[in-house]
């Protein structure tokens, strides 16, 4: 039996109100101080925070009583629209007719539309048979003669199992093509004495870094060793300052089913995983950052295009359509794995790594 919750915004409160539970989950609504309106959802092992009205951005996921979300200053979201305003989520979707930081040629907002969207729907599916809840919605962006597309993300908790299994589904309502651009932004924190693993070779073809023209002297310091061995910035350490952040420009490696994977491998061998479909995200952003105040280690931000906004991303190629009347759905997933789980992705990504190695074809930026 599948039940629909449609969520309506008077149903939240500054208290919390139970809207659902069952033997495997638990949601109640509730207002914060800033009026933002937000599900919690809470299963044996993980919760999460979801404003449904606000960008349908995760706010934060918990697995086993442990917060795995990035470290700012925000407590609780802000409501604002302004991108430095409103920060500290653990999952943003980023776009449409641009990504990353604009350009003085372009006239979109930092990441674009969706981090902030407003949402004309949302709800909760509660599929019982297989213990799943999806948290859901769509919102309309519409500009005259260039635009009408409808964007619907979903997120699904599954039993006892920590992973999120998200979709982004773009739906272009006019005859004409539009082109876009998105990203899935993922905020882990750094992790003291992690280590990452991904899909791809830490070469030119595959990684490129981007450092921050703001940065200090310790993280140019930083990056001027990750630029002569791209191996050093595999590890991280929360004593190693990175101000205000660094990026590098990823063309990972799809597995038989066009599936890349990444790791933050901690020291007791559980790890921070992010997977995704490459067919429809060819690309990816590794983002950090750990200035003292702030600490995030977004490894993977799975995306169709790098984050130098959009001019950067129709001179290079990189925009990509969808036809009229059409639609696309950009499919990743994340969460917390065991040990040994853990052990069974390493060696998922050391066999694409290995084939690619033994004469794989390169994919240059």
Same mark, same amino acid.
């Given at each position: 039996m599948?039940?629909?919750?449609? !969520?309506?915004p008077e149903m939240?409160?500054?208290?919390?109100?139970l809207?659902?539970?069952?033997?495997?989950?638990?949601?109640?609504?509730?207002?914060?101080?800033?009026d /933002?309106?937000?599900v919690?959802?809470?299963?044996?092992?993980?919760?999460? /925070?979801?404003?449904?009205?606000?960008?349908?951005?995760?706010?934060r996921?918990? /697995?086993d009583?442990?917060d795995?979300? &990035?470290?700012?200053?925000?407590d609780?979201p802000?409501?604002s629209?302004?991108?430095?305003?409103?920060?500290?989520?653990?999952?943003?979707?980023?776009g449409?007719?641009?990504?990353?930081?604009?350009?003085?040629?372009?006239?979109?907002? !930092?990441?674009?539309e =969706? %981090?902030?969207?407003?949402? +004309?729907? @949302?709800?909760?599916?509660?599929d019982?048979?297989?213990?799943?809840v999806?948290?859901?919605?769509?919102?309309?962006?519409?500009?005259?003669?260039?635009?009408?597309?409808?964007?619907?993300?979903t997120?699904?908790v599954?039993?006892? +199992?920590?992973?999120?299994?998200?979709?982004?589904?773009?739906?272009?309502?006019?005859q004409?093509?539009?082109?876009y651009?998105? &990203?899935c932004?993922i905020?882990?924190?750094?992790?003291?004495?992690?280590?990452?693993?991904?899909?791809?070779?830490?070469?030119g073809?595959?990684f490129?870094?981007?450092?921050?023209?703001?940065?200090d002297?310790?993280t @140019?310091?930083?990056?001027?060793?990750?630029?002569?061995?791209?191996?050093?910035?595999?590890?991280?350490?929360? @004593?190693?300052?990175?101000?205000?952040?660094?990026?590098?420009?990823?063309?990972?490696?799809?597995?038989?089913?066009?599936?890349?994977?990444?790791?933050?491998?901690?020291?007791?061998?559980?790890?921070a995983?992010?997977g995704?479909?490459?067919?429809?995200?060819? &690309?990816a952003v590794r983002w950090?950052?750990n200035?003292? +105040?702030?600490s995030a280690?977004?490894f993977?931000?799975?995306?169709?295009?790098?984050?130098?906004?959009?001019?950067?991303?129709e001179?290079?190629?990189l925009?990509?359509?969808?036809?009229?009347?059409?639609?696309v759905?950009?499919?990743v997933?994340?969460? =917390?794995?065991? %040990?040994?789980?853990t052990?069974a &992705?390493?060696?998922r990504?050391?066999a694409v790594?290995?084939?690619?190695?033994?004469?794989?074809?390169a994919?240059?930026?």
């Amino acid at each position: 039996m599948v039940t629909r919750i449609v !969520l309506r915004p008077e149903m939240f409160t500054r208290e919390p109100r139970l809207l659902l539970s069952t033997g495997y989950a638990e949601l109640s609504a509730h207002r914060y101080g800033t009026d /933002v309106a937000a599900v919690r959802l809470v299963t044996d092992r993980t919760e999460l /925070v979801w404003l449904p009205f606000h960008g349908q951005q995760i706010w934060r996921y918990t /697995v086993d009583g442990e917060d795995l979300t &990035m470290r700012t200053h925000f407590d609780e979201p802000t409501g604002s629209t302004v991108f430095e305003e409103n920060y500290g989520a653990f999952l943003l979707h980023c776009g449409l007719t641009g990504i990353g930081h604009p350009s003085a040629e372009d006239t979109h907002a !930092l990441h674009g539309e =969706l %981090p902030h969207a407003t949402y +004309d729907e @949302a709800e909760v599916v509660i599929d019982d048979p297989h213990q799943a809840v999806s948290l859901t919605g769509s919102c309309r962006l519409r500009r005259t003669h260039s635009m009408d597309v409808v964007f619907r993300p979903t997120v699904t908790v599954t039993g006892t +199992d920590p992973l999120l299994r998200i979709t982004a589904q773009l739906q272009n309502l006019r005859q004409t093509s539009f082109s876009y651009s998105y &990203m899935c932004h993922i905020n882990y924190p750094v992790f003291d004495g992690s280590r990452l693993e991904q899909s791809l070779e830490l070469d030119g073809d595959r990684f490129r870094l981007v450092p921050d023209g703001g940065q200090d002297d310790q993280t @140019a310091a930083y990056t001027a060793s990750i630029a002569a061995d791209p191996e050093v910035s595999n590890s991280l350490s929360s @004593a190693q300052p990175i101000t205000p952040e660094y990026c590098a420009i990823i063309r990972p490696r799809g597995d038989a089913d066009g599936w890349a994977r990444f790791l933050q491998v901690r020291p007791d061998s559980s790890s921070a995983y992010v997977g995704f479909d490459t067919r429809t995200l060819p &690309m990816a952003v590794r983002w950090i950052s750990n200035t003292g +105040d702030e600490s995030a280690a977004g490894f993977c931000l799975p995306s169709t295009s790098h984050h130098l906004g959009r001019s950067r991303a129709e001179a290079d190629g990189l925009m990509r359509d969808v036809p009229g009347g059409a639609e696309v759905t950009m499919t990743v997933e994340t969460g =917390l794995l065991n %040990p040994e789980d853990t052990e069974a &992705m390493r060696a998922r990504i050391r066999a694409v790594v290995d084939r690619a190695t033994d004469g794989g074809s390169a994919g240059g930026l």
